[in-house]
């Protein structure tokens, strides 16, 4: 694989795509620090500095052209520092306009707004995939909208509930993480061009200290760059805000956080026999086990997920420790911490949205465990059909636990059927009490199904809206 095309990554990138592999790669960042010298010259230009149309057009030639990557580094090994061999090496493709490529700018003004760019680029694929898990945990939950199954407290077993509203509650997750991505992307500031302590000392020098062409060149250099006008950064140091890196990061950890909760109650119920992410025929569960159908999909999903959540600190300390107006110590711990909780939730969401495309449940397995303990589930009901014949609610209550300590003892040590039903029928405060209707699922769901309906209307379907061309088998950005 050619180098420049792709982030290498000793962490995440094996289970990214290629369009988030694009985004975080040398040729996004060199071509886009390319990009930002030709708006600034541009923008200095149309702002009477003296820079000719030939320049220009020299300079828009070779921003066109591919990048000499190995002239690059031969000036990084002696220049030690990336941006300057980066600004020799394309005055070597454009010599007449060498001497005003990066005028009057710092390193940051290419670091840091690329950076920006990527940010935005990388949450909006984020957020596509996202509503795209979204959509199809959507449409499996109206599917089982009604399907009565066992719910659980403390893992124990609970109040019945519905597959499709458990379904929901994973989604409901997950809006709520993808409202957080959208509101890193409503918020994501641009820094522009600020100089090297923020000041825009440089430019104003360039400007002749004219106050109003610096800030007319920060408005055009953000139009060029495809940035809304209103969003860019007031003031700012050397950088942007670094704290922005640790907000990003930590939306990305609220998308890990409802993604693994999923895949680990799937993880749970492939354990009871009654949902499973997909399984090919000719999967191997086990090299020892051949009958094992591992969850392994969904274990991937609690891996990098767990990456992602604990990639969280060091955006937030990085921000804590720039000493003034900013300190290096940011830049190498950054190349790390930016890309890779992108690299690995972009994997997360690729395998969410495969497994969300294809679970598979047996509802048959779903109704035995949940008749196994549906009796115990209908004592309170029992107690109120009792107590309306005339019978002491306490006394009535004392029966039904007596003889649910019972049953449920014979289960445990005996490995018997739950006979809690045939136990009450001795007791005279239930004649004339249908026992056996008590064994209908459906009646200890409550509004279950309502709720799914009430999701997916007042929910999923907006979501729906804002990505309804991104909801397509193959969820991509181009870049």
Request: charged fraction near 25%; include cysteine.
């Amino acid at each position: 694989m050619d180098h420049d095309l792709q982030y290498v990554s000793p962490l995440a990138s094996r289970n990214a795509s290629a369009a988030m592999q694009a985004i975080w790669s040398p040729r996004r960042k060199f071509t886009t620090w390319r990009r930002l010298w030709l708006a600034l010259a541009e923008a200095e230009a149309e702002l009477s500095l003296p820079i000719t149309d030939a320049q220009l057009a020299e300079l828009r030639a070779a921003v066109d052209q591919p990048i000499d990557y190995a002239a690059a580094a031969a000036y990084e090994k002696k220049l030690r520092h990336d941006v300057m061999a980066h600004v020799h090496a394309l005055g070597d493709a454009a010599p007449d306009a060498r001497k005003i490529i990066h005028l009057g700018a710092t390193s940051q003004f290419v670091n840091c707004n690329t950076e920006l760019i990527q940010l935005r680029d990388a949450l909006t694929l984020v957020a596509r995939k996202l509503a795209a898990t979204i959509d199809r945990l959507a449409a499996f939950a109206v599917q089982h909208r009604a399907l009565p199954t066992l719910g659980f407290t403390h893992y124990q077993p609970a109040q019945p509930t519905t597959v499709g509203k458990r379904a929901a509650l994973w989604a409901q997750d997950l809006a709520i993480a993808l409202e957080e991505i959208e509101h890193r992307l409503d918020t994501l500031r641009f820094r522009g061009i600020k100089g090297a302590t923020g000041t825009q000392a440089s430019f104003l020098a360039l400007f002749h200290g004219d106050h109003d062409k610096v800030d007319r060149l920060d408005l055009l250099i953000t139009r060029k760059m495809g940035w809304p006008e209103d969003r860019r950064l007031p003031v700012t140091g050397q950088t942007y805000p670094r704290v922005v890196d640790g907000l990003v990061v930590s939306s990305l950890a609220a998308v890990a956080a409802g993604c693994q909760k999923m895949a680990t109650d799937l993880r749970l119920l492939a354990n009871r026999k009654e949902i499973e992410e997909p399984f090919e025929a000719s999967q191997i569960g086990s090299s020892a086990m051949a009958y094992k159908r591992n969850p392994m999909r969904c274990e991937r999903v609690c891996g990098l997920a767990r990456f992602v959540i604990g990639m969280t600190q060091t955006p937030f300390v990085t921000a804590a420790e720039q000493w003034m107006e900013r300190t290096l110590d940011d830049s190498s711990c950054r190349r790390l911490t930016l890309p890779e909780p992108f690299l690995a939730i972009d994997g997360v969401l690729d395998l969410t949205i495969n497994i969300t495309s294809g679970l598979v449940v047996y509802e048959k397995t779903i109704a035995a465990n949940l008749a196994a303990e549906l009796p115990f589930m209908a004592s309170e009901n029992l107690i109120m059909a009792a107590a309306q014949k005339g019978h002491d609610r306490q006394e009535v209550h004392e029966v039904i636990r007596t003889h649910s300590q019972a049953a449920a003892a014979r289960v445990k040590q005996e490995g018997a059927a739950n006979d809690l039903l045939e136990r009450l029928r001795s007791e005279p405060m239930f004649d004339g009490i249908d026992l056996a209707a008590v064994l209908d699922a459906s009646q200890y769901v409550g509004r279950a199904p309502q709720q799914v309906d009430a999701f997916l209307a007042q929910v999923v379907e907006p979501i729906r809206q804002r990505y309804r061309d991104h909801l397509g088998p193959d969820v991509q950005l181009k870049v």
